[in-house]
Nanobody, 118 residues
Framework: QVQLAESGGGLVQAGGSLRLSCVAS????????VGWCRQAPGKQREWVAS????????NYADSVKGRFTISRDNAKNTVNLQMNSLIPEDTGVYYC???????????WGQGTQVTVSS
């Protein structure tokens, strides 16, 4: 199994930056991809970015492309989400997700709140 724990959320003014971290534990070597999703109040959860361990490939939602960067820190078993030029529409609970064991299983973290004030 894989366990995930997010951190780094908070309150920031529009135009500011935050860095979210997702620390993985357990069967780390079996992870195929780690992604970030977010859920704004009253809205469905939406995908934000993904990091694929094979080839270190990254993908981003159009709404965050050019502003967010997803990266991996192997030494810390962490996947980070650097968020720059934040806008109020980025407000929500951000969740880390890992798919592992040949894409058979998925785990979620508990989420971290990001609030961007105008």
């Amino acid at each position: 199994q894989v366990q995930l724990a997010e951190s780094g959320g908070g309150l920031v003014q529009a135009g500011g930056s935050l860095r979210l971290s997702c620390v993985a534990s357990g069967s780390i070597g079996s992870i195929n991809a780690v992604g970030w999703c977010r859920q704004a109040p009253g809205k469905q959860r939406e995908w934000v970015a993904s990091f694929f361990t094979r080839g270190s490939i990254t993908n981003y939602a159009d709404s965050v492309k050019g502003r967010f960067t997803i990266s991996r820190d192997n030494a810390k078993n962490t996947v980070n989400l650097q968020m720059n030029s934040l806008i109020p529409e980025d407000t929500g609970v951000y969740y880390c997700n890992a798919t592992y064991s040949s894409w058979r299983y998925s785990s979620w973290g508990q989420g971290t709140q990001v609030t961007v004030s105008s």
